[in-house]
C-alpha cells in the first residue's frame, strides 16, 4: 500500500536557524497535508497542497509539493520556541482515511 | 460543540479488562476516524465511518478491537481483553466528507490509555 516517509525523525536548531522537514510517498499523491503536533497536544491542521509544484506560505512556513506530486516539503525560516512540536505529513489512503508519516519532531533551543 | 472531543482524557486498567474509549465529532462532521499513536510515533489508522455507510476496518490491529458509531455522531472504541501493547494515546478525529482524502481532519485531544 501507499507509504509516506519523513525525514528527519528529530531535529534540534537554535532559536533563529531555519528548518526542513521532507515527505516522500512511494505513489503519486492527489493531495498531501500537513499537521503539527505541540508536546502534549493533538494534531492540528495546517494546510493542504493539491497542485504539482505548488507553493504556498503562511507566514514563516514555506510549503512546497513536488512537481510529480510524490514528495512535499516545509520549510521554517527563523524558528522561534513556539515552533516546537511534531510536524506530519499525510497523503490519502486507498480509502478516504490519511495516510500520516512518522513526523518530524522539532526541538527549538532559546 | 465547538471541538472534537473524548472521553475519558486518561484511562488505566489492567490487564485483560475491556475498555471503551468514546468521541463526540464536531457537529455536522460525516466522517469519522480512529487513530493510535504510541510513545513517540506516529498516527496509526484504526478504523473510518462515512454516513450509513458500512466502516473501513481495515487498521483495526486485532479483533480484540471493535467500534461503532450510533445515530451518524458519537462513537465508541472497545479493547477487549487489553494487552500491555494497546498502550497508547487514542485520537479521534471528524470531517465533513467532500471527497477521499480531501478533508481536513479536527482531531480531538485524546484518550491516553494505559494497561498495566
Known amino acids: 500500500g501507499q507509504q509516506v516517509m519523513q525525514i528527519p525523525q528529530y531535529q534540534h536548531v537554535q532559536e533563529g536557524e531555519d528548518f526542513t522537514t521532507y515527505c516522500n510517498s512511494s505513489?503519486?499523491?492527489?493531495?498531501i497535508q500537513w499537521y503539527k503536533q505541540r508536546p502534549g497536544g493533538h494534531p492540528v491542521f495546517l494546510i493542504q497542497?493539491?497542485?504539482?509544484?505548488e507553493v504556498k506560505k503562511q507566514k514563516r512556513l514555506t510549503f512546497q509539493f513536488g512537481e510529480a506530486k510524490k514528495n512535499s516539503s516545509l520549510h521554517i525560516t527563523a524558528t522561534q520556541t513556539t515552533d516546537v512540536g511534531t510536524y506530519f505529513c499525510?497523503?490519502?489512503?486507498?480509502?478516504?482515511?490519511?495516510?500520516f508519516g512518522k513526523g518530524t519532531s522539532l526541538l527549538v533551543t532559546p | 460543540g465547538a471541538g472534537v472531543s473524548q472521553s475519558p482524557s486518561n484511562k488505566v486498567t489492567e490487564k485483560g479488562k475491556d475498555v471503551e474509549l468514546r468521541c463526540d465529532p464536531i457537529?455536522?462532521?460525516?466522517?469519522l476516524y480512529w487513530y493510535r499513536q504510541s510513545l513517540g510515533q506516529g498516527l496509526e489508522f484504526l478504523i473510518y465511518?462515512?454516513?450509513?455507510?458500512?466502516?473501513?476496518k481495515s487498521g483495526l490491529p486485532s479483533d480484540r478491537f471493535s467500534a461503532e458509531r450510533t445515530g451518524g455522531s458519537v462513537s465508541t472504541l472497545t479493547i477487549q481483553r487489553t494487552q500491555q501493547e494497546d498502550s497508547a494515546v487514542y485520537l479521534c478525529?471528524?470531517?465533513?466528507?467532500?471527497?477521499?482524502?480531501?478533508?481536513?481532519?479536527?482531531f480531538g485531544p485524546g484518550t491516553r490509555l494505559t494497561v498495566l
Open positions: 478525529a471528524s470531517s465533513f466528507q467532500r471527497g477521499a482524502g480531501t478533508d481536513t481532519q479536527y
Open positions: 499525510a497523503g490519502p489512503d486507498s480509502g478516504y482515511a490519511l495516510n
Open positions: 497542497l493539491v497542485k504539482s509544484g
Open positions: 465511518f462515512q454516513g450509513n455507510s458500512a466502516p473501513d
Open positions: 457537529s455536522g462532521h460525516t466522517a
Open positions: 505513489t503519486t499523491l492527489s493531495n
